[in-house]
Nanobody
Framework: QVQLVESGGGFVQTGQSLKLTCVGSEDIFRISVMGWYRQAPGQQREMVARMTNGHRTMYADSVKGRFSIFRDDEKRTLYLDMYDLKPEDTGLYYC???????????WGAGTQVVVSS
């Protein structure tokens, strides 16, 4: 069974940084669009950043210029560097592997990020 395991979340103050990591249990990275999503309490899950296997990136407007996504397919690892964190960045951050319409998406269990003001 394919698994994604996130780590790196934590409790930080406004303006600080965090680096999230997601490791895959199988070599799905090469055929997947990998992404980070987040869900704040009482809100819907939203896309934060995605990277295709050609390393094309997409970011939510709210994180552009502050967050950076990177993938290392050899290590089956996805990263999210988060700078200048704001309280509105608080949420449970999920790693996602999108293998296209023929396969179900794969989600990790999430890693919690809390940014205090």
């Amino acid at each position: 069974q394919v698994q994604l395991v996130e780590s790196g979340g934590g409790f930080v103050q406004t303006g600080q940084s965090l680096k999230l990591t997601c490791v895959g249990s199988e070599d799905i990275f090469r055929i997947s669009v990998m992404g980070w999503y987040r869900q704040a309490p009482g809100q819907q899950r939203e896309m934060v950043a995605r990277m295709t296997n050609g390393h094309r990136t997409m970011y939510a407007d709210s994180v552009k210029g502050r967050f950076s996504i990177f993938r290392d397919d050899e290590k089956r690892t996805l990263y999210l560097d988060m700078y200048d964190l704001k309280p509105e960045d608080t949420g449970l951050y999920y790693c996602n592997a999108d293998r296209g319409p023929r396969y179900p998406a794969v989600w990790g269990a999430g890693t919690q990020v809390v940014v205090s003001s």
